[in-house]
């Protein structure tokens, strides 16, 4: 988690908006005649017209009403021609926990490119909207064709005074080329950012073909190259280039490093770059920042660096950079930020590499084979506001102690000692960010007042109790380590004031005893993640007080009894995890609308699925498997649209907190349980998945449940679901991983999935299974056998092959079942992968020997 601002390349996006809406305010509360050019009226209401608007942004736009005063559109206070549309999306909600980027209030569509036809119009901000596509319109020339289907043959004629363009956070825009821009030569800023520019190979030499182009935003755009083989690029103006976040799978190119431009800011990060740095950059003389984070760069780092004396960020972190870190870095001394983390860096770090760095704030090195060796006397030139460093131990460094304005704070790969009341806690106490990952900690934190707003202590291999927290703890990550004991002191101790503990995770560890009845103290929390421990008992009332909660994650432990009437009171609960514990009774009908996914997988819940269910129609993760629900499915079940339609959303669970200005994420994993297989995903919310597998369902599965077109994972098997299976399952154009098996279905099915997916149905016939639908016979297309001594001898084999397998599958059960079933997590999940292997082994054989007796 980096500390520093790096969204300032984005304060122009912020100051021309502002400017914006201080001159059209200024215009709409004046009293000049202005009125729109008839031209640009036209063309506005065109684009009124083509767009799908549900929040009735547009509303106003009335063809009875001068266009100059219409939202979003500024005018020239003189020739009344149109210079600005400024219409941007907004749906970031400060901070706390933003369950998802709500775009159904933005506009949608094909974006029109008449737009850029008006010959006055200096700046369009179409910005973080739903549009699709960029399309001919009639008000367009002939010769100018659909942008997003790829076959454009002309240029368009477009605006010449146009200077800034911003179409970024059009997250399902695909624009097949960028032609369009060409004749667009005034344009100086450009941001196309998570647009869709795959199969626009040629950016560089068309964006190059601009003149005055100075910023160029591109960043998660899909783009996989940058023309390595290009050795120039005629940019003339070029200041700012970002192209992070994209899929570049290619070396550094020479044009890059060759431009005659005096370019202040380059971003690279979270691409495929590959190869070492050139030793040279005799062009990069005014260069500012310099990111190259998350990448594939190898080799050592070049010395020239360290020669750009006009370098004030630069950021090498998560690379395959190797050898010693250069000891002339420490000639920058405009450097403000230095951060090399995660990298294969070797040798010594010392008091050396930083003597002149009198302006830096923010000091991120870390590298397992790294040494860090400091004069215990040594006061640096520099006080910081950030540092990570690793491995350090078995105390910190003691020049830490000398800064006196730090705000965030951390160590990995370390070793660390600390004793009873030592210095460092109440050092950190200070701090409001502190983060210790991936460390050795010996020492106990039981008596540990922690005071930062976000903490994160996470596999560290802590043992002992748990800490205490102040009223100013926000965020508190202890999970991966061996922490033991109740929660009661972390939970139940007084406290000064009100908690505003908001993110509450430790998950992965010992800690036994009941979830405590405690939580009225934390009406502020938001997230929480108590799974993988050994709880027991029941949950509690005062849990139902968490009104705000918006996850609940209580997975793999002992928890036992309902789930309790009190928790309906939580309105925003999105996430509800609690697979794998011994939970009994109904499955409630109360559960919140707003959920997204539900696990309540291997519990003992019974009775029927309540048609509440169906209500839920954000639920992308529906996993009821492994229980004792019977009744039947309900047909309602179509109604959950996530499943059924694309949702005009960019769903993007997680939690946001703000440090000085720094924006952090934190995601919102969960593991799922797709193909057999149970992986942890980050990026879930983009998942559809329906399982009700291992319960007693009874009757037909309802047409609608094949109406969930966007599912990717369905599991109905180990059920006693009859009769035929819906011809609707052919609408199901997007599902991965289907199983049916173990019911008592009939007739044919899809061919698409393999034998597996519906094996144990023994009315089921046709491809892939063996069994014909036309004969009765196991064997399909065979004839029946007849009663000969060739029948004698098949038979004799059939009967030694059964016995045979039988006593082979019992050894290998009971050879292993002693350690199984000492481990009730196992015990299920090895008999599941006993019948699954028992139905491969019956498909492997019945085909064989279908083609033997051929």
């Known amino acids: 988690m980096d500390s520093f601002p790096s969204n300032f390349k984005h304060a122009s996006i912020l100051a021309w908006s502002l400017c914006a809406i201080m001159f059209t305010t200024c215009i709409h509360g004046s009293d000049s005649k202005i009125h729109c050019n008839e031209k640009d009226k036209q063309i506005l209401l065109n684009f009124k017209n083509g767009a799908i608007d549900p929040s009735g942004l547009l509303s106003a736009w009335s063809s009875q009403q001068d266009c100059c005063h219409w939202y979003g559109v500024v005018c020239h206070n003189f020739t009344s021609r149109v210079t600005q549309l400024n219409l941007p999306c907004s749906f970031i909600n400060g901070y706390g926990y933003n369950n998802f980027i709500d775009k159904s209030h933005c506009l949608s569509g094909d974006i029109p490119i008449s737009l850029l036809q008006m010959e006055f119009l200096e700046h369009l901000d179409l910005s973080n909207h739903d549009y699709l596509a960029m399309t001919y319109d009639s008000m367009n020339s002939p010769s100018c064709h659909n942008l997003s289907l790829g076959n454009l043959h002309y240029q368009c004629e477009n605006s010449s005074s146009l200077h800034y363009l911003d179409l970024s956070g059009n ?69 700012v280039l970002d192209l992070s976040v994209n899929a570049i799978y290619s070396e550094v190119p020479n044009w890059l490093f060759n431009l005659t431009c005096d370019i202040s800011y380059i971003y690279l990060d979270n691409n495929l770059l590959r190869g070492e740095l050139p030793k040279a950059m005799p062009n990069f003389q005014v260069l500012k920042y310099l990111v190259l984070s998350n990448n594939d760069l190898n080799g050592p780092i070049p010395d020239c660096l360290g020669k750009l004396e006009h370098l004030t960020y630069l950021d090498l972190s998560s690379n395959l950079f190797s050898g010693p870190l250069p000891i002339n870095l420490g000639n920058l001394s405009s450097l403000v930020a230095l951060k090399a983390r995660s990298n294969y860096f070797t040798g010594v770090v010392s008091e050396k590499h930083f ?36 491995p350090v131990g078995p105390k910190p460094p003691q020049w830490l102690y000398t800064q006196t304005s730090l705000k965030s704070l951390g160590f990995a790969n370390s070793k660390f000692s600390f004793e009873t009341g030592d210095k460092f806690w109440s050092f950190v106490s200070k701090i409001e960010l502190l983060q210790l990952v991936g460390n050795s900690i010996d020492g106990d934190l039981s008596n540990v007042l922690l005071n930062s707003s976000f903490i994160q202590l996470s596999s560290n291999n802590l043992k002992g109790g748990l800490p205490r927290l102040s009223s100013s703890v926000r965020v508190f990550m202890v999970d991966n380590n061996s922490l033991s004991g109740s929660m009661v002191p972390l939970l139940c101790h007084d406290m000064d004031r009100r908690s505003n503990l908001e993110y509450l995770d430790m998950s992965n560890n010992k800690l036994s005893g009941g979830l405590t009845d405690c939580w009225t103290n934390w009406k502020s929390l938001l997230h929480i993640n108590l799974g993988n421990n050994d709880l027991s008992g029941k949950i509690p009332p005062s849990m139902g007080l968490l009104e705000n909660r918006t996850s609940l994650h209580l997975h793999e432990n002992n928890l036992s009894g309902d789930i309790p009437l009190s928790l309906q009171n939580c309105h925003s609960l999105l996430i509800l995890n609690v697979r794998e514990n011994r939970f009994s009774g109904s499955i409630p009908n109360w559960l919140p609308h707003k959920a997204r996914a539900l696990q309540l997988r291997s519990n003992q819940f019974t009775g029927t699925i309540p048609p509440q269910i169906c209500q839920m129609h954000s639920l992308t993760i529906l996993d009821f498997a492994d229980n004792r629900i019977s009744g039947h499915i309900p047909s309602c079940i179509n109604n959950i649209t996530a499943m059924v339609v694309h949702v005009r ?87 991965e991983s289907l199983d049916l098996s173990r019911n008592q279905l009939s007739g044919t099915q899809l061919q698409g999935f393999g034998a597996l997916s519906y094996i144990g149905n023994l009315d089921l016939c046709g491809p892939p299974l063996t069994k014909s639908c036309s004969h009765d016979g196991i064997f399909g297309g065979t004839e029946p056998l ?13 009967s030694s092959f059964y016995m045979g397998m039988g006593v082979g599958f019992a050894t290998c059960f009971w050879g292993v079942c002693a350690v199984i079933f000492f481990n009730r997590k196992w015990r299920h999940a090895y008999f599941r992968f006993l019948y699954d292997l028992r139905d491969q082994l019956y498909v492997m054989v019945v085909t064989k020997m279908n083609k033997l007796f051929k």
């Open 355 to 390: 003597t002149n760095l009198s302006n830096l704030k923010f000091l991120f090195v870390e590298s397992p084979n790294i040494i860090f060796d400091f004069d215990l006397h040594w006061i640096p030139p520099f006080q910081l506001d950030g540092v990570f460093l690793g």
């Open 649 to 735: 959303s960019v769903i993007a669970i997680g939690y946001i907190f703000y440090i000085d200005g720094t924006c952090y994420i934190i995601p919102e994993n969960l593991m799922l349980l797709m193909k057999g297989k149970g992986l942890e995903y980050e990026d879930w919310n983009l998942i559809r998945i329906v399982d009700l597998s291992s319960n007693d369902l009874l009757g037909t599965i309802p047409a609608q449940m094949f109406s969930l077109t966007k599912l990717h994972s369905l599991n109905l098997s180990h059920n006693q679901l009859v009769g035929k299976i819906p011809k609707e399952i052919g609408n199901m154009r997007e599902l």
């Open 786 to 798: 007849d009663a000969d001594d060739d029948d004698d001898d098949k038979s004799q084999f059939w």
């Open 171 to 239: 997250l399902n825009l695909l624009i097949h080329n960028l032609e369009w821009l060409s004749s667009a030569y005034s344009l100086k800023y450009i941001d196309l950012s998570g647009i869709d520019l795959r199969t626009e190979t040629n950016w560089v030499q068309l964006m190059a073909m601009l003149p005055s182009l100075s910023e160029l935003y591109l960043v998660d755009c899909h783009l996989d190259n940058m023309s390595p083989s290009l050795h120039f690029a005629n940019f003339t103006a070029l200041e």
